[in-house]
């Protein structure tokens, strides 16, 4: 299942529909919702998408990939080593990260055949848990980490 925005289905469309098993591309809100909670694994690029995909405790991996001179300006004013919103929530690890150069498919491949592992998702539902708790004790928004954390 692809959850999508509405400028971007018809781009998966045609990238995805050669393959042995197209996917469901969807863009509603809901079915986006039961897909989070009923995946096993997913694979997200680094946005709110992640605090969501936490919140349904859906072991993910995150990967964002930019310009290398987009790369170059935004590394300095980072503060914190993390760029997945709920790692940076929990200063560390939670959902795997894979960043420019080490977005490759090979990695990301194996990274979601880690973390598909029966004692690696229960350790991360546990972190994802946790990451749940913590957002909704406190009420943090995805605005409010950015503050936070993020120092901007």
Known sequence: ILP??????????EKT??????PIITT?????????YA???????SGTVTLELACART?????????SVSAF??????????????????????????????????LLANAIREILLPKRQEEIKRMLGEVREKIHSQGITA??????YLGF
């Open 17 to 22: 529909h050669y393959w042995p098993y197209p």
């Open 28 to 36: 509603s809100s809901a079915e986006k919702g039961l897909a989070f």
């Open 143 to 148: 605005a409010d980490i950015v503050e936070r």
């Open 73 to 106: 300006l935004i590394r300095p004013l980072l503060r914190t080593p993390f760029i997945a919103l709920p790692n940076i929530v929990m200063q560390k690890s939670v959902m795997p990260e894979f960043l420019q150069e080490k977005c490759t498919p090979i």
């Open 4 to 13: 999508t925005l509405p400028h971007w289905k018809a781009h998966l469309q």
């Open 39 to 45: 995946a096993s694994a997913a694979l997200a690029v």
């Open 59 to 67: 072991p993910t991996v995150v990967t964002y990939r930019t310009d």
